[in-house]
């Protein structure tokens, strides 16, 4: 069975300092992969959505960036952060989806709570 | 522009009776799914139901049902026989974009259960 994990769960960072948020899913081959983060008492905003290895789509211009060096490995990243870069991070995977297929669900990591002081 | 909203930010409803939850959407796309996500207090996100927009028939999960309204942009979600593991954040969320399957959500709705 597919499985995805990421982490750590939770992290306290200065402002300024780096950060770099980890995610790996097992079980699957050539995944699509996704970051997204919910502000507290919001929905989830899409930051970064991955097809392939090395192909990265960003959908807001901002103070994060994202890699994927391997197929099923996924990290967000930040030189420098913001205070505004706090909140719930989660990653998500899902099958490569075409119309009228079974699959297209996105399932969900436990989740990175970033809070930047 | 894809958009998704979730007009109720707040509900409540008594242990074994019957909540439904409002949705509507607005996509240009001809093939989409979409999806009812629950979010409880662990906070990992988990799926409901979900729903091919090419089928009419509503989809059922066990005790979640969905009232799919294709024309006028409606996707409901309906809980029967409440129980107290249900109260959490719930999610309507609309998957379009072919192959790179983008997935956007509502703002939530946090459900209450009472015993």
């Known amino acids: 069975s597919q499985t995805i994990h990421q982490w750590p769960a939770t992290l306290v960072q200065p402002v300024g300092s780096p950060l770099s948020l980890e995610c790996t899913v097992e079980?699957?081959?050539?995944?699509?992969l996704y970051w997204y983060r919910q502000a507290a008492g919001r929905g989830l905003q899409l930051l970064f959505y991955?097809?392939?290895?090395?192909?990265i789509s960003s959908e807001v211009p901002q103070n994060l960036s994202a890699s994927r060096p391997q197929d099923r490995q996924f990290i967000l990243s930040s030189k420098k952060l913001l205070l505004s870069d706090s909140g719930f991070y989660l990653c998500?995977?899902?099958?490569?989806?075409?119309?009228?297929?079974?699959?297209?669900?996105?399932?969900f990591g436990e989740g990175s709570r970033l809070t930047v002081l | 522009a894809q958009t998704v909203t979730q007009s109720q930010p707040e509900m409540s409803v008594q242990e074994a009776e019957t909540v439904t939850l409002s949705c509507t959407y607005d996509?240009?796309?001809?093939?989409?799914?979409l999806f009812w996500y629950k979010q409880p207090p662990s906070r990992q996100m988990i799926l409901v139901i979900r729903?091919?927009?090419?089928?009419?028939q509503n989809a059922t999960e066990n005790r979640f049902s969905v009232n799919f309204q294709k024309a006028a942009k409606s996707f409901s979600l309906k809980i029967s026989d409440s129980q107290l593991g249900d109260a959490a954040m719930y999610f309507c969320?609309?998957?379009?974009?072919?192959?790179?399957?983008?997935?956007?959500f509502g703002k939530g709705t946090k459900l209450s259960v009472k015993p």
């Open positions: 969320a609309l998957l379009y974009g072919g192959s790179q399957g983008n997935l956007i």
């Open positions: 998500a995977w899902s099958q490569y989806w075409t119309s009228g297929s079974l699959g297209g669900e996105l399932f």
């Open positions: 996509t240009s796309e001809s093939d989409y799914y």
């Open positions: 729903q091919e927009a090419y089928k009419q």
């Open positions: 079980g699957t081959s050539n995944p699509n």
């Open positions: 991955s097809v392939g290895i090395g192909q």
